[in-house]
T-cell receptor, first 116, second 112 residues
Framework: GAVVSQHPSRVICKSGTSVKIECRSL??????MFWYRQFPKKSLMLMAT?????????EQGVEKDKFLINHASLTLSTLTVTSAHPEDSSFYIC????????????FGSGTRLTVV | QQQVKQSPQSLIVQKGGIPIINCAYE??????FPWYQQFPGKGPALLIA?????SEKKEGRFTISFNKSAKQFSLHIMDSQPGDSATYFC???????????FGQGTRLTINP
């Protein structure tokens, strides 16, 4: 199947700073990528759909100015958490449609963000 | 309408037993039903998936049973092993919308 690489796997930042998370499709081109947030022992919540060359589509309740998404190329989407606060601490996961499966999605390994 | 309800929340089974995890959905437009396995600190990995035109699918020790009329589907793990201990998520999508909707997750523990 397809591989999605997510970096960094862990990051600790101070309140008020911004953090960028990268999601790369390694062996395929992804016109669309998905960003999820997962709280401890909870399910994945879709935050936004990232579209190459156009604006991301955010789910209801997700602050666009807080979570900036850029999909500048067919293999890279980035999520920037701006002016991070402790409540932004979470596990962030990206995903893309798997071109090698008829209906499959492949996920990155996730990024654990801790804001102190 | 967009929810997928998953049960149980947690499950403990002895090695060799057959854990069963159930999911139910409302949206009849859903046409893809995958199951994902997630270990702590990792992203979800696809285990097995089914489309509504079949009632059962087996891959190795994993089986999905699908009941279209009841709008329910379940995951069975045969000959469970301690290494199967993980969190399992069912999901559903409407290919037109491209979004995956996840169930709440089941924390499965297989005791040796």
């Amino acid at each position: 199947g397809a591989v999605v690489s997510q970096h960094p796997s862990r990051v600790i930042c101070k309140s008020g700073t911004s953090v960028k998370i990268e999601c790369r499709s390694l062996d395929f081109q992804a016109t669309t990528m998905f960003w999820y947030r997962q709280f401890p022992k909870k399910s994945l919540m879709l935050m936004a759909t990232s579209n190459e060359g156009s604006k991301a589509t955010y789910e209801q309740g997700v602050e666009k100015d807080k979570f900036l998404i850029n999909h500048a190329s067919l293999t890279l989407s980035t999520l920037t958490v701006t002016s991070a606060h402790p409540e932004d601490s979470s596990f962030y996961i990206c995903s893309a449609r798997d071109p090698y499966l008829a209906y499959g999605y492949t996920f990155g390994s996730g990024t654990r963000l801790t804001v102190v | 309408q967009q929810q997928v309800k998953q049960s149980p929340q947690s499950l403990i089974v002895q090695k060799g037993g057959i854990p069963i995890i159930n999911c139910a959905y409302e949206n009849t437009a859903f046409d893809y039903f995958p199951w994902y396995q997630q270990f702590p600190g990792k992203g979800p990995a696809l285990l097995i998936a089914i489309r509504p035109d079949v009632s059962e699918k087996k891959e190795g020790r994993f089986t999905i049973s699908f009941n279209k009329s009841a709008k329910q589907f379940s995951l069975h793990i045969m000959d469970s092993q301690p290494g199967d201990s993980a969190t399992y998520f069912c999901a559903a999508s409407d290919q037109g919308a491209q979004k995956l909707v996840f169930g709440q997750g089941t924390r499965l523990t297989i005791n040796p």
